[in-house]
């Protein structure tokens, strides 16, 4: 059985749709799959749709965004998740960390003289009902730099990198 327990959709900063990640899994063999989106347990049921529609086992997942004290972040994978008491004020405070985070982003680089504005960044997201992503961030900056999303996320958002968040 091959599986792949480590998918973005566009519920997060994937860019493709439960959909069209389950077809493209099947078509690869995979046989089980989670889709842990960043932060967020949105789109749970399309998830689970989309792949019995596809033939696919689910299993419900997402990644959390973890940060020390000195901002280094760890990302924690949950599978078997459901939705309960806490998650409304959970998510609200991702949100809302994620939005801050990416505004201190596009300030560091209006300071450098990028001028990215976080309507820009918002406008990258896929969906308006996502939390906004450092890789949004770098899909905005692509206006303004070379490269492709990872490779602008390297240069420019890394950790020690001109428009790296500290929040």
């Known amino acids: 059985m091959r599986a792949d327990l480590h998918l973005h959709s566009t519920y997060s900063d994937g860019k493709y749709t439960p959909d069209e990640i389950c077809k493209i899994a099947k078509s690869r063999g995979v046989s089980l799959l989670s889709i842990t989106d960043h932060d967020t347990m949105l789109g749970l049921e399309d998830k689970q749709a989309s792949a019995k529609r596809n033939g696919l086992h689910f299993i419900n997942g997402w990644e959390i965004s973890a940060y020390t004290e000195s901002g280094i972040k760890t990302h924690i994978l949950g599978y078997g998740c459901q939705i309960g008491d806490g ?30 504005t976080i309507e820009e ?19 905005a900056l692509k206006k303004y730099v070379d490269g492709t999303d990872g490779e602008i996320y390297q240069n420019y958002l890394a950790r020690g990198k001109l428009a790296n968040s500290n929040i």
Request: with cysteine; net charge positive; hydrophobic share 50%.
């Open 121 to 139: 960044v918002s406008a990258a997201r896929l969906r308006d009902d996502i939390p906004v992503h450092t890789m949004h961030v770098a899909r």
């Open 87 to 116: 998650y409304d004020a959970f998510i609200a405070a991702r949100k809302a960390a994620a939005f801050a985070r990416a505004k201190e982003s596009v300030a560091k680089c209006n300071e450098a003289g990028i001028p990215l």
